[in-house]
């Protein structure tokens, strides 16, 4: 298994400015991923985070509103910039740990990160 | 596109109630399914993977079976407690490309 951690793990910001959530796994995994989950709603895939390379986004993400970057292979951070009150969700790390997308790849997930826009 | 839908949305039972949670999906080529718990302001727990393989998986009070060529997965929680209140939710699809079911909100009363 791996053991996902986020900071922070709840934020309360004003219109317009940006947050920086980072994500830590405890080991080298494969695959990171960031989903957001507004009030009331499931979760929704904002992007894939590749390391050393561009994120891989969602359609309906970008990477200006959401950049995205993955330094190696345990952590990751998500920016949510030029925020609005239509940002306010809970945003979760998730991690895979098999080199291939198989049938035994389990999927992990971060705490969450709660973030209220006013 | 994928579309996963879980029925109900919302379930309230008497503690020890066995009661079933179901998650449809509409493209059958997939990897694998994964059922969740999610507690109020919590990350989510993962419960149990099926892979596409599979016909069912068991840990403890719970079991998950899964039917590709329907579309369906169950999950079987037996002998319910207040402590297994919280949101189910499904994960299913191939490769990279998952998608989270609807949920079911779950509270198991004494």
């Known amino acids: 298994s791996a053991v996902i951690s986020q900071k922070p793990s709840r934020d309360i910001c004003q219109r317009g400015t940006s947050l920086t959530i980072q994500c830590q796994v405890d080991s080298q995994v494969t695959m990171m991923f960031w989903y957001r989950q507004q009030p009331g709603q499931s979760l929704t895939l904002i992007a894939t985070?590749?390391?050393?390379?561009?994120?891989?986004?969602e359609s309906g993400f970008v990477i200006d509103k959401f950049p995205i970057s993955r330094p190696n292979l345990t952590f990751s951070t998500l920016t949510v910039s030029n925020m609005s009150p239509e940002d306010s969700s809970i945003y979760l790390c998730s991690a895979k740990k098999g080199v291939y997308s198989g049938p035994t790849n389990e999927q992990f997930f971060g705490p969450g990160t709660r973030l209220t826009v006013l | 596109k994928q579309e996963v839908t879980q029925i109900p949305a919302a379930l309230s039972v008497p503690e020890g109630e066995n009661l079933v949670l179901n998650c449809s999906f509409t493209d059958s080529a997939i990897y694998n399914l994964q059922w969740f718990r999610q507690d109020p302001g919590k990350g989510l727990t993962s419960l149990l993977l099926?892979?596409?393989?599979?016909r069912e998986q068991t840990s403890g009070r719970l079991n998950a079976s899964l039917d590709k060529s329907s579309g369906r997965s169950t999950l079987y929680i037996a002998a319910s407690q207040p402590g297994d209140s919280a949101t189910y939710l499904c994960?299913?699809?191939?490769?990279?490309?998952?998608?989270f079911g609807t949920g079911t909100q779950l509270k198991v009363e004494l």
């Open positions: 099926i892979q596409s393989s599979q």
């Open positions: 985070a590749n390391q050393g390379s561009e994120a891989t986004y």
């Open positions: 994960l299913t699809g191939g490769g990279n490309k998952l998608t």
